[in-house]
């Protein structure tokens, strides 16, 4: 019997109660060289066909779905992209210049290898329910 779970995917479900506990703004990360890295905001738009680094579905399938359907919203069609399993390799791999990626608050907020900046899109936020 499961009474309570913390996930970061809405499941729908008739014997499940689905409640939103918390959400937490994304920040873009992107390298020191990149033209975003100095500025104090960007909008997903100004973005849209850079490539990026983003989390693979199978280690991270909530977050993973989230951050897809905030790139659709925002017609986000990247130069392409690469799926990473691990957050560490996200943010080295972003460090190298290999593309600009999206992180929770939480986790990007103490990154010194590369340029953190915020979102200009109210919604661009990583929920938990």
Avoid: C
């Avoid at 280690?59 to 399993?85: C, M, N, W």
């Amino acid at each position: 019997v499961l009474d309570l779970a913390i996930v970061l995917e809405a499941l729908e479900s008739s014997r499940l109660r689905r409640v939103r506990a918390w959400a937490e703004p994304l920040l873009l990360i992107a390298p020191f060289s990149h033209a975003v890295a100095e500025r104090d905001r960007v909008s997903l738009k100004e973005i849209a066909t850079e490539r990026f680094i983003l989390a693979h579905s199978g280690p991270f399938p909530g977050y993973a779905t989230q951050i897809e359907r905030l790139l659709d919203r925002y017609q986000v069609r990247s130069a392409g992209h690469t799926t990473v399993k691990h957050q560490n390799t996200m943010v080295s791999f972003t460090a190298a210049g290999r593309g600009l990626s999206l992180l929770p608050e939480s986790i990007a907020q103490g990154l010194t290898t590369v340029a953190v900046v915020p979102l200009a899109e109210e919604d661009a936020e990583l929920v938990s329910w």
